[in-house]
């Protein structure tokens, strides 16, 4: 062996023998310590409150929740949405593996009867381990920079955010030093390879100061006790017993793994709704315990505040507040909720509505699912809104005064104004569109909705795409007076009971003519009959007008001529967006029509805002804040164009209201893509 490598091992694996045999058996015990101290407090701290919450089965599916885990923790597929935090957190994520990775190789080598340098895996984890570390520290400068030099607004942070920087620092740094002082035993004749399996150590040795090789044993046995050792058992340890914000490196991967497969856009039904006593959630225990995950996982990040259209206009709802608010209540009041041994008497629950979430925080969703969609593991405020809407709506008979006629509506008349249904077809006289009790033998069911059923503006849109399956000689039909309102805003309102009611008509209706397929121009129509309606029983094929007119663009049935030269720019609607995932379709179709420029605004797809209809939100009056169909109206006029192209009837009235407010309706002109496509088929 070479003279410079004989005499760097030799010393290297004096030290080996003196100091990481020794500290390989006391880190084994520890860990194993360490181990059974995470388990007992896990089950404390964690499981415990959880259990409070009442059952919900997330263990389906396995392979399918592997698979998102896998992408989300190891390839952290949601976090790349933001580019600087997410890389960031890829590089302190990644660096952290890399780093326990080669430090468990190298210091439990000798209980693994691996041999001592320059066995090839020994060289291989001082390698990783130095990568993981140079990454840890880059990753940690940027998360340092973003949260105290740059400090955007949605992020609040706590002295504990301060220590585990610096904790981590220290220990990066002593690792660093240990590991240099150890070459330098080496006299400082450092094979010529060190710096490809230790760059950063190798370096540092070339500064230290060459001690007497027994005083520098002693020091580094010392050093790595004292300075190393003994503060990182003590950050572990802190991470294990104390409530920090690292304990999102194991509760944000469980809840990853265990999301809801269920599609985005359906909520839970009430469980056993006729025998049910309560509805929805009163006191925090009613959550399901999945729920009372999410409210742990939460690590404050704020990217679901920096979306929320609510909170962006300046109304009472923070979707991290709400969260943030619910855990903290679900920590203090949890011990008194915690079942004990022997009988003590235990402070009356705390009512959430009121007294943790104010009403006016609980009534600004729109229900748009953003808060869901940006949250890199998960975590939806949306679902919890609407089981407290719930319980102050079916159990105390509490909501804004101008709903009271709205479900009233719905009840009696199946619709939310209130019209009678006799009147519900009559946009349809004109074309010869025939009923199903006309003609049941059809292939689809058309399903316009209420809008388009009672609102002049809409029943414009009902009619160009009338014309375009006519034109095509698609075989449709209506159900006219019997078609109901599909339940949408009944349930995303709170009101349970109105919905089931609608929901069980219409899947009534659809039985007696046997419908298999629906065809819906409205998002919230197509969500609910697609996502929700199988809840009670109905399976359906349901396709919205969008995805059905593309069809129909690819099989050449419809031919387009030259029109007018028009800049659009298209509003992505929350139910077909973020709900379902349609955004190309739309698009399509406008890139298909003669003439048409499509410019996007800055949020499209699925950081698109808006409109301000969603959940309800509708039929009630705007008390605080800013109107946010006026916001969305000046994102889509910064673009200068002559058309705002929609697919959804709710943002067609929201937004044509946005540009009135600014006094641009005349200038520009809100369209259904039907509408538009039906104009250039001439």
């Known amino acids: 062996m070479n003279p410079i490598y004989q005499n760097f091992w030799e010393r290297q694996n004096a030290y080996l023998l003196n100091v990481i045999y020794p500290v390989s058996m006391g880190s084994l015990l520890l860990l194993i310590g360490l181990a059974v101290l995470f388990v007992y407090t896990f089950r404390q701290q964690h499981r415990r409150l959880w259990r409070l919450g009442k059952e919900e089965d997330c263990s389906d599916r396995i392979p399918e929740r592997l698979k998102t885990f896998f992408s989300v923790a190891f390839g952290h597929a949601r976090f790349w949405r933001e580019g600087y935090p997410g890389m960031m957190h890829f590089l302190i994520f990644w660096g952290t593996l890399l780093l326990f990775l080669g430090k468990g190789i190298?210091?439990?080598s000798p209980l693994t009867g691996l041999t001592a340098p320059p066995h090839s895996?020994?060289?291989?984890?001082?390698?990783?381990?130095?990568?993981?570390?140079?990454?840890?520290?880059?990753?940690?400068?940027?998360?340092?920079i973003r949260r105290f030099i740059l400090k955007p607004p949605r992020l609040d942070s706590k002295p504990d955010d301060r220590l585990k920087y610096l904790w981590a620092f220290v220990l990066l740094l002593t690792g660093y030093l240990v590991k240099s002082y150890r070459f330098a035993l080496g006299g400082g004749s450092l094979p010529p390879d060190a710096f490809l399996w230790a760059p950063i150590s190798s370096t540092l040795s070339r500064m230290m100061l060459i001690l007497p090789s027994e005083?520098?044993?002693?020091?580094?046995?010392?050093?790595?006790?004292?300075?190393?050792?003994?503060?990182?058992?003590?950050?572990?340890?802190y991470i294990v017993m104390s409530r920090s914000s690292l304990e999102h490196i194991y509760l944000s991967a469980l809840n990853v793994f265990y999301r809801s497969l269920k599609p985005k856009g359906a909520i839970r039904p009430i469980p056993n709704f006729e025998e049910a006593e309560?509805?929805?959630?009163?006191?925090?225990?009613?959550?399901?315990?999945?729920?009372?995950?999410?409210?742990?996982?939460?690590?404050r990040c704020g990217r679901c505040q920096d979306n929320c259209p609510a909170h962006l206009s300046e109304k009472p709802l923070n979707p991290k507040k709400v969260i943030q608010d619910l855990k903290a209540h679900l920590l203090t009041q949890g011990g008194t909720l915690l079942p004990v041994e022997e009988p003590t008497e235990k402070s009356?629950?705390?009512?959430?509505?009121?007294?943790v979430i104010s009403e006016d925080t609980l009534w600004s969703c729109t229900a748009c699912l953003n808060c869901y969609e940006?949250?890199?593991?998960?975590i939806s405020g949306f679902d919890k809104i609407i089981d407290m809407r719930r319980s102050v709506v079916l159990m105390e008979s509490r909501f804004p005064n101008e709903l009271k006629e709205v479900f009233r509506a719905m009840e009696r008349k199946s619709n939310p104004w209130g019209v009678e249904k006799n009147q519900r077809a009559d946009w349809a006289q004109t074309l010869g569109v025939k009923t199903l009790a006309e003609n049941p033998d059809v292939e689809w069911l058309y399903f316009p909705g209420c809008f388009k059923g009672f609102d002049d503006r809409n029943k414009k849109v009902a009619m160009a795409v009338v014309k375009i399956l006519q034109r095509t000689g698609t075989s449709f039909g209506i159900l006219g007076p019997e078609e109901g309102c599909c339940g949408d805003p009944a349930?995303?309102?709170?009101?349970?009971?109105?919905?089931?009611?609608?929901?069980?008509?219409?899947?009534?209706?659809?039985?007696?003519?046997k419908i298999k397929k629906i065809l819906t121009t409205c998002p919230h129509c197509y969500n609910t009959l697609k996502n929700e309606y199988s809840q009670f029983g109905g399976n359906y094929e349901v396709i919205h007008q969008t995805e059905f007119l593309k069809s129909l663009l690819e099989q050449k049935k419809i031919t387009l001529k030259n029109g007018t030269p028009l800049t659009v720019t298209y509003h992505d609607s929350c139910y077909l967006g973020r709900y379902n995932q349609i955004y190309q379709p739309q698009r399509d179709i406008?890139?298909?029509i003669p003439g048409v420029t499509l410019k996007e605004m800055e949020r499209s797809f699925e950081k698109s805002f808006c409109c301000g209809g969603g959940g309800g939100r509708m039929w009630m009056e705007e008390h605080q804040g800013k109107r946010i169909n006026e916001m969305r109206a000046d994102q889509a006029l910064a673009l200068d164009p002559n058309v705002i192209a929609t697919a959804c009837p709710y943002c067609l009235t929201m937004l044509e209201d946005g540009l009135k407010a600014r006094g641009k309706e005349e200038s520009v002109k809100v369209y259904d893509l039907a509408e538009l496509l039906e104009k250039s088929m001439g």
């Not at 984890?125 to 940027?142: F, H, N, P, T, W």
């Open 106 to 108: 190298r210091i439990f």
């Open 121 to 144: 895996l020994y060289l291989f984890a001082s390698s990783i381990a130095e990568i993981g570390g140079g990454l840890m520290l880059i990753g940690g400068v940027m998360a340092v």
């Open 215 to 237: 005083p520098l044993n002693e020091l580094l046995v010392w050093h790595r006790i004292l300075i190393h050792a003994i503060p990182a058992i003590a950050f572990f340890g």
């Open 278 to 299: 309560t509805y929805g959630v009163t006191e925090i225990k009613e959550f399901t315990w999945k729920q009372l995950l999410d409210l742990e996982a939460c690590t």
């Open 348 to 355: 009356e629950p705390t009512p959430l509505v009121g007294e």
């Open 374 to 378: 940006q949250c890199p593991v998960f």
């Open 491 to 513: 349930r995303r309102m709170g009101h349970e009971y109105i919905y089931s009611m609608l929901v069980e008509k219409n899947i009534e209706t659809f039985e007696k003519y």
């Open 590 to 592: 406008l890139k298909a």
